[in-house]
């Protein structure tokens, strides 16, 4: 029989997983006093030598698309150590028809490392929101109590913005915005023509100096991982500090298996697999912090079973697993002959867009719950492979007319991607396939995923939007999307905008709800999860900085119940 | 970091690693603005040129296509992105390594670029009596002409598996030749450099 290896010591708290989430639980507990050990399912990463930024394409044999030309499926081989779409040996399925897509990070600082940084707060509706339209649930808290971690969290690793005075997209602590691109120019003058908001983006990119990290450089390769760490990551900005305090243990390549449980129905640690020696082992704790990303901590939390949990750890409910949801998709882009006149300059910028699209039809009746925010990308970016796949597909050719139509094109395209609220709907799920284990043995996860009416006609206002802006600017849209098959308007698959929430939400009623507010579990008080499995709705701000901000909170109650030994 | 310091500024035995190693340690440092300057990134780019330089160039041998594939490989992507007074073309970029390496690695690739250029010999074979390679110029063009644009499926549906396998040649001939030196040349792509401060939009042209 196998040997199980135990630790010696027991530690204050054991965090599972090292992104936004339990980067952010792990800094707040050890600063609070707190020993911790923190499992990451990966290695470590290291910006000096894992980030690839300033390469050129041609710097590389694979030009930037990988080995047979496969890292392009995964944003490409310039990005920072951060996860794919299909992990080898850990297998997940999809329930007839659902096809969701589930993107994973092996790696400390998870998908921190790579994300878009676009940190925008929740609205006070966003909590309210059945009060408001009647649909899903509302939040057991309300803005004015996570004000003050929005706050805190924006403070400490840095967010642009301008204010603004938006009832929808509440103005936070920014650092100056960086200036327009041209690309954005032009569409802030079709929106005002429109009356449509367009406004400075909100990044976790610094333009100033903060907390000993140096300002931007301008590279736009923030997706590449920042050496000089001047965009957010949980692996540069939240996990050094709390090594600094000498209280975290951080343990890596370490997968999750189950949270074991006492006599007394506490949990009482984790037993995880060591990957480099295909052995179980097993950390001791005083309490358990699951931050393994949604869909996985409800995976880990369905797995955990035994006999005072037989449907799996503060299960009570069933809601483990319930209420997915991703981002509505769809995207689109447009041909601006103005810009074929713009004389060549840098327009790299920081590693995202300056300027943004908020929703703005928030005050009106719209065909559609609830909202979406529109994304700008494009212009004279540093050319890679499939920058002319479009010119080919339209013009076609080859020859001296097909290399002065690129020529004369580059810059020329701007790219469109809505991002909208899904509402939680009972035939989109999570739960454990009973067929299958990945190679560790443990039990993997089977989607089940459904667009219903509502997103898809959001997708369907995302496409003419685009249009009405494109045609405004004097300019020529050039996505066709389809009305009708698996995805009308082009609204993406499930779980294609890596924004999946809502697996283990939090309430105030224990029978439909996972979590307190506190993202304490209902049925066991030494339990908490503090990635996006809490969020109750998931509304058109991307939920990181959100994840932040309930993560702090939580780890400063779970600091202070700890001090009162009521845990 | 001391010791990466006294190479950087000896100048010597700097590599590409030793600057980003000093961007993140002055980073973790927190005093780093004096290490990041534009400097920094050009001279990551200027090692690997170096580096690249130092080893030696020889003829390329194809990993994947047979001599003769890739001699018509060769010659379809310096017709697809060809050499102008303003800058090389495909071939000069380095397209057709790119696009070998690539097929060498993915089965997919094999079956439409592999498969395609035996279509186009047979057809050119069948129609011209020669292989592509072997066709007149005039030949070659007017093959280029009706496997260049879907259209043609119209009046000749023997075209299409032509088609299909050129506009997947032309694909990746534009990605061979736009990731290249060459090729962000010719598109004036001014960046992926560290500036002080993001200098905004030049004024627009009325």
Redesign the interface.
Known sequence: MAQVIRSPKTYDVCVIGSGAGGGMAAKILTEGGLTVALLEAGPPVN???D?K???????V?????G????AAENFGEFLAPNGAWKIKGEPYTSAPGANFQWFRSRTVGGRTNHWGRIALRFAPVDFKSKSRDGIGEDWPISYDDIAPYYDKVESYIGVFGTKENISNAPDGVFLPP?????TE?VIKKACDKLNILCIPSRLAILTK?LN????C?????CGRGC????NFSSS?VLI?PALATGRLTLITDAMAREILVGHDGKASGVSYIDRATRSEKRISARAVVVAASACESARLLLNSKSHLFPDGLANASGQVGRNLTDSVGSSGQGYFP?LE??????????GGMHLYIPWWKFDRQNEFPRGYHIELGGG??????????D???QF?????M??ST??KR??TNIGFAGRGEMIPNADTFCEIDPDVVDQFGIPVLRFHFKWSDYEIRQAKDMQQTFKAIVEAAGGEYLTRTSTDGPYPYGIEPGGKVIHEVGTARMGADPKTSVLNEYCQAHDVKNLFVTDGAPLVTNPDKNPTLTIMALSWRASEYLVDQAKKGSL | MSVSREKGSSGRGISRRDVLRNLAIGAAGGSMLQLIPAKAAELAHEMIQKEKAASPAGKYSPKFFPTHQYETLVLLCGLIIPKDEVSGGAVEAGAPEFIDLLTSENEEYQAILGGGLMWLDNFCADRYEHTFLECSSAQQKEMLDEIAYRENTKKDLSLSQGIAFFAKLRLMTCDGFYTSKIGIEDLKYIGNTALAQFPGCPPLPE
């Open positions: 910006p000096s030598t980030f930024m300033f390469l050129w394409p041609y710097d044999p694979h030009r930037g698309v080995v047979g030309g496969k960086p200036k327009p691109r041209c120019l100096p000993g990290r140096p300002s450089h301008y590279c736009a390769q050496p000089s760490g001047s540069q050094p103005q006149k713009m004389p060549p300059h840098n327009h790299d910028g920081t004279r970016e540093m050319p890679g492979a499939g920058m002319f796949d010119v080919c597909e076609e050719g080859y020859g001296a097909l290399k690129c020529r580059y810059g």
